[in-house]
């Protein structure tokens, strides 16, 4: 039997029963994948279920790209943010993360490298020509000693990510073999609708990325905002089976994925099955020395140190 279909039947009867705005039913991907596990388990006997997601793409590691050169934001993983640098926030939530097995942080850069050692992580020096976070997770992993079969990309400007996000891109991918990619969604915020470095996805109704945009997709024929409508904005986390990162960097760049300066896009247009789940979750990402400042007085407000 298809585990697939468990997935889709059990998603229609629970939005019908308990409500049907598209919203339950997209906070129910995360539900659903553990009620498909559950009928599965039924179906084909508890231990053979267990014994078989025990093994499957069980080793896990959280790699944190960083690197000194940036073109908006010069040193950006070391600013601090209230006294600690952004990158220690961030490997500190990483560790907090139940799904990992490993964390490690990868640079090419020398001080970037001391200061992670300096607060106890472990780094790998990637060569300087990477030309993004891809693929200096994809260097850094040949470089480990041990073999993982799904690494995080964990971003280095998202230092208020949540251990249960990254669990949760982690589990998305342990859970549906037929995708080589899962990464995670929020509610976008109507302000953010026509922000074009707020990226926006749509996805079926089984959780699967149908496109990923810098427009506002979908397009009301109003052409205005649809208060109505539960838009999603992605977040920069991305898990990947290592065999398929292994040969991500080298798939030719793809039109859309040219057009729309999006990476995420050529995983689609060769065909790649994605997986997304929604969480809450307020993005706070560091781009600009501005946004340094709106994050310390949210993390202030709210007493978080
Ligand atoms: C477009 O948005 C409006 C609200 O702004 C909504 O009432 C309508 O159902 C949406 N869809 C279409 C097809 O107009
Ligand atoms: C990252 O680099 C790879 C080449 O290794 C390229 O295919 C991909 O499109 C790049 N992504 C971005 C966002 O530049």
């Known amino acids: 039997m298809n585990p697939m279909s468990i997935c889709t039947s059990s998603s229609s009867s629970s939005s019908g029963s308990s409500s049907s705005s598209s919203y339950s039913t997209a906070k129910a991907w995360i539900v659903h994948g553990i009620v498909a596990g559950v009928a599965v388990a039924a179906a084909i006997g508890a231990r053979a279920y267990l014994g078989r997601a025990a093994k499957f793409r069980s080793r896990v590691v959280g790699i944190i790209p960083a690197r000194f050169a940036s073109s908006r934001f010069q040193g950006k993983p070391l600013v601090p943010i209230l006294g600690k640098p952004m990158i220690q926030r ?55 000693d041990k073999k993982y079969d799904i690494v995080v990309n964990i971003q280095g400007d998202e230092p208020l990510i949540e251990p249960e996000i990254i669990d949760g891109v982690v589990k998305a991918l342990q859970a549906a073999p037929d995708a080589v990619f899962s990464t995670a969604v929020t ?71 040219l057009e729309e300066d ?17 969480v809450d979750h307020e993005a706070h990402g560091v781009d600009t020395p501005e946004d340094v400042q709106k994050i310390e007085s949210y993390m202030l407000e709210r007493n978080l140190s």
């Open 90 to 144: 961030t490997w500190e939530r990483a560790k907090l993360a139940a799904s990992l097995d490993h964390v490690v942080v990868a640079t090419d850069d020398e001080k970037i490298a001391e200061c992670c050692r300096g607060f106890g992580a472990d780094v790998i020096m990637t060569s300087e020509s990477c030309r993004n976070g891809t693929e200096r997770c994809n260097e850094a992993l040949q470089k480990l």
């Open 262 to 278: 999006l990476e995420q896009l050529k995983v689609l247009e060769n065909g790649y099955k994605m997986k997304v789940i929604k």
């Open 187 to 257: 509610s976008l915020k109507p302000e953010d609708a026509f922000d074009p470095n707020r990226v926006k996805c749509v996805v079926d109704n089984r959780g699967y990325a149908i496109y990923f945009s810098r427009g506002l997709i979908p397009h009301n024929k109003s052409g205005k905002v649809n208060p109505k409508f539960p838009y999603l904005l992605h977040l920069g986390i991305q898990s990947y089976d290592s065999k398929f990162l292994k040969i991500y960097p080298e798939l030719q760049p793809t039109p859309l994925q």
